[in-house]
C-alpha cells in the first residue's frame, strides 16, 4: 500500500496507480474531485502540492510508494 503525509487521503490503491482526496491541513475541508496518479514504486516518493480552494492555503505533502 501506499502512504501519504498530512494533506491528502488515499482512497484506492491498485498496486500502480493511487486515487487521493486532497484534504487542506489548515481548513481541513476535502477539494472538490479526486486525483489519480502513478504509485511512486517501492523506497520512492513524490512531492505534491495544491492550494486550497477555500482557505487558499498552499499545502504540500509527500506520496510515498510501496
Ligand atoms: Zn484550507
Known amino acids: 500500500m501506499a502512504a501519504v503525509s498530512s494533506?491528502?487521503?488515499?482512497?484506492?490503491?491498485?498496486?500502480?496507480?493511487?486515487t487521493l482526496q486532497y484534504v487542506c491541513v489548515g481548513?481541513?475541508?476535502?477539494?472538490?474531485?479526486t486525483t489519480n496518479t502513478s504509485q511512486?514504486?517501492?523506497?520512492?516518493y513524490c512531492d505534491m502540492s495544491y492550494r486550497c480552494y477555500s482557505c487558499g492555503r498552499e499545502n504540500n505533502f509527500r506520496l510515498f510508494g510501496s
Open 27 to 33: 481548513c481541513g475541508r476535502a477539494q472538490p474531485g
Open 40 to 44: 511512486p514504486g517501492q523506497n520512492a
Open 7 to 18: 494533506g491528502a487521503v488515499i482512497l484506492e490503491d491498485d498496486g500502480s496507480r493511487v
